[in-house]
T-cell receptor, first 109, second 113 residues
């Protein structure tokens, strides 16, 4: 069964303290791996799509990487406005999406 | 450019009642997917509508049904509500049934008492 596991569930960082979020997945056939940001009371906001192992994408302080079994979202020198829940999802070759439960990130000034 | 809009934002129902949620996709998008997000969980896929037909369905009972209109907007209907149906219901739109970039609305928070 296709599934996504994210760790840690919650992460507290001091402003400027870099860290990584993990997304491990099992999927029958990977069409894409996605990272979304979700603020409280809002819908998920698209960040990145990764398609194949070795691929990397960057946006401001965020960098996403992909291997055959997992993806990492690296956060460099985070700011308080980066506080949110970060969701990982995989799309299989049947075009169905499976989301993880997310990592709740809090960045303390 | 309006993004994905959902209505209502909040809804309170009692067990056994029926509810209808509405979604207008982002301009230029023709595909709508619905997700259920329980508190502290990730979104779970309910179904996808494209060309006014249900194209894919997740592991949800027949109490969950939907419709897509010619203008691409969509409705999600849930019959015989259960306490466990309390969740944030998210609508996501995209262009084409296989397009992977989903744009989400802010959701409808449904509480079943």
């Amino acid at each position: 069964e296709d599934q996504v596991t994210q760790s840690p569930e919650a992460l507290r960082l001091q402003e400027g303290e870099s860290s990584s979020l993990n997304c491990s997945y099992t999927v029958s056939g990977l069409r894409g791996l996605f990272w979304y940001r979700q603020d409280p009371g809002k819908g998920p906001e698209f960040l990145f799509t990764l398609y194949s192992a070795g691929e990397e994408k960057e946006k401001e302080r965020l960098k996403a990487t992909l291997t055959k079994k997992e993806s990492f979202l690296h956060i460099t020198a985070p700011k308080p406005e980066d506080s949110a829940t970060y969701l990982c999802a995989v799309q299989n070759t049947g075009n169905q999406f499976y989301f993880g439960t997310g990592t709740s990130l809090t960045v303390i000034p | 450019d309006a993004g994905v809009t959902q209505s209502p934002t909040h809804l309170i129902k009692t067990r056994g009642q029926q509810v209808t949620l509405r979604c207008s996709p982002k301009s230029g998008h023709d595909t709508v997917s619905w997700y259920q997000q329980a508190l502290g969980q990730g979104p779970q896929f309910i179904f996808q509508y494209y060309e006014e037909e249900e194209r894919q369905r997740g592991n949800f009972p027949d109490r969950f049904s939907g419709h897509q209109f010619p203008n691409y907007s969509s409705e999600l209907n849930v019959n015989a509500l259960l306490l466990g149906d309390s969740a944030l219901y998210l609508c996501a739109s995209s262009f084409g049934a296989t397009n992977e970039k989903l744009f989400f609305g802010s959701g409808t928070q449904l509480s079943v008492l």
